[in-house]
């Protein structure tokens, strides 16, 4: 994996929805990337909407979500997103973590 993009959430599916959707083209265009999308515990649904989204549109195969026990906050949920990309046999060559 070239890309690694985490995109935090809390309590707002529908911007993370939308900024996933956003890098489509982006990550169609280098299908070395990927993009994850922890969230933080949120309590509203947030999960659900998020993974049907990425389910319904088709961006399973280089987007996924990653639903967090427990709200850490900004800094836990980039590193979250990362862990397991980073511990992978093919760790990213660049993360980017998208606010």
Same mark, same amino acid.
Not at 31 to 44: E, L, R, T
Not at 53 to 59: H, Y
């Given at each position: 994996?070239? !890309? !690694? @993009?985490?995109?935090?959430? +809390? $309590?707002?599916?529908?911007?993370?929805?939308?900024? @996933? $959707?956003?890098?489509?083209? %982006?990550? &169609?265009? +280098?299908?070395? #990337?990927? @993009?994850?999308?922890?969230?933080?515990?949120? %309590?509203?649904?947030?999960?659900?909407?998020?993974? $049907?989204?990425?389910?319904?549109?088709? *961006? %399973?195969?280089?987007? #996924?979500?990653?639903?967090?026990? &427990?709200?850490?906050? *900004?800094?836990?949920?980039?590193? &979250?997103?990362?862990?397991?990309? !980073?511990? #992978?046999?093919?760790?990213? $060559? +660049? @993360?980017?973590?998208?606010?």
């Amino acid at each position: 994996m070239q !890309l !690694l @993009v985490v995109i935090v959430n +809390y $309590r707002t599916p529908e911007l993370a929805v939308g900024c @996933v $959707r956003s890098l489509e083209q %982006g990550i &169609r265009e +280098y299908p070395a #990337s990927k @993009v994850v999308v922890p969230d933080n515990a949120s %309590g509203d649904g947030s999960p659900e909407i998020i993974g $049907r989204a990425i389910e319904q549109s088709g *961006f %399973g195969d280089w987007a #996924s979500l990653l639903a967090l026990p &427990r709200n850490g906050g *900004f800094s836990y949920g980039n590193n &979250r997103g990362m862990e397991q990309a !980073l511990a #992978s046999g093919e760790p990213p $060559r +660049y @993360v980017w973590l998208l606010n």
